[in-house]
């Protein structure tokens, strides 16, 4: 049989340019660590866990690039927002060095503070990555809005509202909250409309009108990213009127 040869591939690249297409990154996800520095580098290069980028907690904290952005990172792990799943395939992970709680004698968690330094470093960046592949508001997320039966970070104690004024999330309106905080002062809305209003949103929650364990800990984690004072997972007027204003934004 004769050999055959590879042949060279001609591509024309310069030619003609599709007009339909978009950042192959849909997502942002932040998370925090639980651990030093020494042992993040260490499971995030050596383990089999990931992340794109790795924001030190050094007195002038440093950003480790770790993962190309054009290559995938294992950081998400079992995930869901707005109907996409698995979200290690679209998005860009970022890992704050932080030890994100401590654990009390009666089993609660105590969050820890972030360092002001590393906030400043972390919100150029968020902005960097979100203008250059055109992240929506919505889409930057934390791990615990991605997989909240099984994630906290980064924690209610993460200053969401100072991304907010960055514009890069979304946030309600002040006025619109008070009004709709009043009238659901009056009467709280039922189970299955809050279910509606947290999947609108892009959570993965049952549909069911059921306040059961798993509904608890998505609105818990609603409650971190946006009324950090309490997350509870329990549906007061403060709360239904952030899941009415936010999903009229939306």
Not at 39 to 67: A, C, N, W
């Amino acid at each position: 049989m004769a050999k055959q040869t590879a042949q060279a591939i001609t591509i024309d690249a310069e030619s003609y340019r599709a007009a339909s297409y978009d950042s192959r990154i849909l997502f942002l996800i932040i998370h925090y660590t639980e651990l030093n520095l020494e042992q993040s580098i260490e499971v995030l290069t050596r383990g089999k866990v990931s992340s794109h980028y790795l924001l030190t907690d050094e007195h002038e904290p440093r950003i480790l690039r770790l993962v190309d952005e054009n290559m995938r990172a294992f950081h998400a792990g079992l995930s869901y927002w707005d109907g996409h799943s698995n979200l290690n395939s679209s998005s860009i992970g970022i890992e704050i060095v932080h030890p994100g709680f401590t654990k009390q004698a009666d089993g609660a968690l105590q969050f820890l503070p972030y360092r002001e330094q590393q906030i400043e470093v972390l919100i150029p960046l968020v902005r960097d990555i979100v203008n250059r592949h055109q992240i929506r508001p919505d889409r930057v997320l934390g791990h615990s809005d991605i997989a909240p039966q099984r994630k906290v970070d980064p924690g209610p104690l993460f200053p969401w509202l100072r991304l907010a004024k960055e514009g890069l999330i979304r946030w309600p309106d002040d006025a619109q909250l008070a009004r709709h905080r009043q009238t659901f002062a009056d009467k709280l809305p039922p189970m299955k409309w809050v279910q509606e209003m947290l999947a609108r949103l892009g959570y993965q929650v049952a549909q069911d009108g059921q306040r059961n364990e798993t509904t608890q800990r998505v609105i818990a984690a609603f409650q971190m990213r946006y009324r950090p004072s309490c997350y509870d997972g329990f549906v007061d007027a403060q709360t239904a009127a952030l899941l009415a204003v936010l999903n009229q934004a939306s």
